[in-house]
């Protein structure tokens, strides 16, 4: 069995977001790019676990970028995965991303492909289903737990008051979160080792973005805060009715 594994380039939780040309871009001098975290938590480590358990025989890393997008890939390939493809693309359009990713998994004949979730800039979490429709495979979002046996897997998903199981053959589309694996830390081996797996750089195939950035807006700065004496409920009450229009 064959799993490929679509790895995002994210802005570290920690970096100080701006943006540019007249706010349609993001601003990335100087910012810190990891690896998209449910895409490497989750979505790789269990592809690993899952070779590890004899279950697949070859785990390859997808990514859709611009060469700068190469350093995250070689993070990823030190934590595990026998190669890398780089589709030499940049888009923030899902469709668009999702028909590269679809692409790929068509020409190498992949049994399962799995995403994060979602990625930490966007929030999406619409490639893997797009990627399933493209494909004409099933799948299922939002994943804690994923076994495969004899060309089932089997799956799990927390659900509103309980957890939901399911069921289905290969292959497959999954989009995985926090349950599905743990975090590893790549060793001095792995670090050495992705020095050298092979990392193909795929051009892109001809398809139409179906959406557009027009702007980002940041969030409203906070307002300060007003105490209220505990001796005048009735300021509260006001303040609360006038200001806050909540009552």
């Known amino acids: 069995m064959k799993i490929?594994?679509?790895?995002?380039?994210?802005?570290?939780?920690?970096?100080?977001?701006?943006?540019?040309d007249n706010n349609t871009k993001f601003a990335d001098a100087g910012v810190q790019?990891?690896?998209?975290?449910?895409?490497?938590?989750y979505a790789l480590v269990r592809a690993l676990e899952l070779k590890e358990a004899g279950v697949a025989s070859h785990v390859s890393l997808l990514t859709v970028g611009a060469a700068d997008a190469e350093p995250i890939m070689r993070k990823a390939l030190a934590i595990g995965g026998d190669d890398a493809?780089?589709?030499?693309?940049?888009?923030s359009d899902s469709f668009y991303i999702a028909s590269q990713i679809a692409a790929v998994a068509t020409e190498g004949g992949y049994d399962l492909v799995l995403t994060?979730?979602?990625?930490?800039?966007?929030?999406g979490s619409s490639i893997g289903g797009m990627v399933a429709e493209l494909l004409n495979q099933p799948f299922v979002s939002l994943a804690t737990k994923l076994d495969i046996a004899g060309g089932t897997a089997s799956l799990s998903r927390e659900i509103e008051g309980g957890e939901e199981k399911l069921?289905?053959?290969?292959?497959?589309?999954?989009s995985c979160q926090k349950g599905m694996a743990e975090q590893r830390i790549p060793n001095m081996k792995g670090i050495m080792g992705a020095r050298t797996k092979p990392l193909a750089v795929k051009e892109p195939v001809a398809v139409e973005a179906l959406t557009t950035v027009v702007s980002f807006e940041m969030p409203p700065a906070k307002s300060g805060v007003k105490l209220v004496s505990a001796d005048t409920p009735e300021e509260l009450i006001r303040l609360l009715h006038e200001e806050a229009k909540v009552i």
């Open 4 to 20: 490929l594994v679509c790895i995002s380039k994210t802005p570290d939780t920690t970096a100080k977001i701006a943006f540019t």
């Open 33 to 41: 790019f990891i690896v998209n975290p449910y895409d490497e938590w």
């Open 85 to 91: 493809i780089r589709v030499n693309a940049e888009s």
């Open 116 to 123: 994060g979730k979602e990625t930490i800039d966007y929030n």
């Open 167 to 174: 069921e289905t053959s290969l292959p497959l589309v999954v």
